[in-house]
């Protein structure tokens, strides 16, 4: 990811947010037919002036720590309160950025809607300064913990990308809840949801939200006119890429969920690359599917991918129509076990030979099989045990007794079946009373199983 280089920007415009764009970085900037062939020319970043927590809050009982972190919007610094004997985060305006004044107004606008936002998972923010050179800077809960972006880049097992789901939901909440209140994030991206140390979920940066309805009472900053193109150009709906803020809703962010979804599973976000060159793409919604991305960390479930590749339809008809819906997917997918790749069987296939070692176990979702024992008496010839269909299981006896297969099973026509590999039940035996359980049934079965095959024998 170029993270380096900055880009000037239809220099001469006036930007309402940042004036300059980078690879995920927030832009807000007017959209014109035409813009995508302004020359862009590489830059190294003009050093951004500093924004000194004594300097924004003097006669403060704060204490300032330094700088922690730093946006496109400004500075985020750690402050000890003296009075409360606590540590917050203060997020000041850059003085470069305070003289922009739909810039400026930006910034109180977004110290304002986190204010109007009061949920569990979205960042408390405590108060808000103008000092007398009209620098602003908001005090908030200083979050102890990792970007999203960190927390994805860490993963390397299932459990791991079931956290991010986790995560994922909380950040479906907060949004649900701040979409009934007309606010529309618009900036969703890993870098702008943090997780605590307790695994405490926080969506910040409000700084380019959109308000409809009541709640603009309390903003400030005039309406946008369609043509404005708000947002990170990497994770973008194709409405906010086409400046279309009037059809700009909750499904916006339903989009902005998928993106982050989309990078938990392949590495990448939807639109990798330079800003000015994917967003013809990003218009025109055209994201590459999870399973053709190389780079991922593990291959990623196909039901997971088709979840995010819906969240980011093109049409937002298409896609979960609220954060709630999208939630209630996600929700599904770890209650279900969608973890697995179906495989599909031709008629007369052995999909599991007995005596083989096991590797996998097989739910039928479609077609019909049957199991086949060798005869103890004459083993050129096999008996049919059971005839298997739809919701069936086999080949999990094997794999819970760490046994060999102890009969085979043969697919009558076309069968299609959910594989779960051995590693993934391994995992439940040994973490779960349940997988003990089953286990010890799985060995009890092996047993009566090779007893009645002795009284067979023994009685030919
Ligand atoms: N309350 C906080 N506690 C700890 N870190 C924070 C806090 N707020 C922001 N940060 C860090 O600062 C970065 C930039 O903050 P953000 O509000 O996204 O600024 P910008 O609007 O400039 O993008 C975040 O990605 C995060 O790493
Ligand atoms: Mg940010």
């Known amino acids: 990811m170029r993270e380096d280089t900055l880009i000037p920007l239809l220099s001469g415009i006036p930007l309402l947010s940042g004036s300059h764009l980078m690879g995920e970085e927030s832009v ?58 606590r540590r917050v985060a203060l997020k000041a305006m850059t003085p470069e ?74 950040v479906c909440d907060a949004l649900s809840f701040a979409h009934g209140r007309g606010v529309i994030h618009r900036d969703l991206k890993p870098d702008n949801i943090m997780v605590g140390t307790h695994g405490q979920v926080y969506v910040m940066d409000w700084g380019l939200a959109l308000v409809q ?85 593990m291959k990623p479930p196909p039901h997971l991918s088709q979840v995010a590749m819906k969240a980011m339809a093109a049409n937002p008809d298409d896609r979960f129509q609220s954060a709630d819906e999208l939630a209630a997917a996600l929700r599904e997918f770890l209650r279900g076990g969608n973890w697995f790749p179906q495989q599909l069987f031709p008629a007369g296939s052995v999909i599991v030979k007995e005596g083989d070692a096991a590797d996998a176990a097989y739910i039928i979702t479609s077609g019909r099989c049957e199991t086949r024992q060798v005869d103890p008496g004459d083993p050129s010839r096999s008996h049919v045990l059971r005839v298997l269909g739809p919701g069936d299981v086999f080949g999990e006896t094997a794999i819970f007794a760490d046994a060999p297969r102890s009969a085979s099973v043969v697919a009558l026509e076309e069968v299609r079946a959910v594989v779960v590999e051995r590693a993934a039940i391994e995992n439940l035996t040994h973490s779960s009373w349940l997988g003990l359980f089953v286990k010890a049934l799985a060995d009890r079965f092996l047993q009566i199983d090779a007893e009645l095959a002795e009284a067979r024998k023994s009685s030919i």
């Open 213 to 297: 309805g009541e709640s603009r009472a309390i903003v400030d900053g005039a309406p946008e006119p369609d043509g404005m193109v708000v947002g990170t150009v990497a994770y973008m709906s194709p409405e906010q890429a086409r400046g279309l803020v009037s059809k700009t809703d909750a499904r916006t962010d339903v989009f902005g969920v998928g993106a982050m979804l989309y990078k938990a599973l392949t590495g990448s976000p939807p639109y990798p690359g330079e800003p000015m060159q994917v967003l013809k793409r990003v218009q025109q919604a055209q994201v590459t599917p999870p399973e053709q991305v190389g780079n991922a960390a």
């Open 28 to 85: 807000a900037i007017p959209w014109f037919e035409g813009a995508l062939e302004e020359e862009v020319t590489s830059a190294s970043p003009p050093p951004l002036p500093p924004a000194s927590a004594s300097e924004v809050r003097s006669n403060s009982p704060f204490r300032d720590e330094g700088e922690i972190a730093r946006g496109g919007m400004g500075a985020i610094r750690r402050l000890y309160d003296e009075q409360l004997r």
């Open 97 to 170: 950025l305070a003289s922009d004044a739909a810039s400026a107004q930006r910034f109180l606008d977004e110290a304002r809607i986190t204010g109007l936002l009061d949920h569990p998972n979205i960042v408390p923010i405590h108060d808000l300064v103008v000092d007398d050179k009209g620098l602003a800077s908001y005090t908030m809960k200083l979050v102890k913990g990792q970007t999203l972006t960190e927390l994805i880049a860490a993963q390397k097992t299932h459990r791991d990308l079931e956290n991010i789901l986790e995560c994922l939901i909380k």
